[in-house]
């Protein structure tokens, strides 16, 4: 298993800190998953200032974004438009061709294939990401 194949769902601010910090111990650039009902709930603005706030403490090319935006077109082009990494759009090929175009435009890729492990209920996340790196 490819270490960028991996995608950590947080729910917070520390969760995202704990995965980040935990990242550079190994060595390996983190993909942090938000799943649509955060995004939905607290909006686009809750995520720029996570970015912002995460771009604070770390650099900003030591993580990277991946955002489940179901079958919001309006919220998939907010996201492609504010540089997030990765978007999870779910689509026909019609609007999915007219949105690709509007992430190759920003550097944006659109639905790419990751392996979601949820640490939203894990206590430890540091040994849990350890446990994860050495099976591999």
Not at 56 to 69: G, P, T, W
Not at 92 to 120: A, G, M
């Amino acid at each position: 298993m490819k270490k960028a194949s991996i995608s950590f769902s947080i729910n917070n601010y520390h969760q995202a800190k704990e995965v980040i910090e935990s990242s550079k111990i190994l060595k390996f650039k983190p993909v942090l998953y938000i799943k649509y009902y955060l995004i939905n709930g607290f909006g686009i603005d809750w995520m720029i200032n996570l970015k912002n706030l995460l771009n604070r403490e770390f650099s900003s090319n030591s993580f990277k974004f991946y955002v489940n935006a179901r079958y919001d077109y309006g919220l998939s082009i907010l996201l492609a438009n504010n540089k997030i990494d990765f978007i999870k759009l779910n689509s026909n090929s019609i609007i999915l061709k007219k949105i690709t175009q509007i992430c190759k435009k920003n550097r944006v890729i659109l639905n790419p294939s990751f392996r979601i492990i949820d640490l939203s209920n894990i206590k430890n996340i540091h040994n849990k990401i350890i446990k994860i790196y050495s099976s591999r």
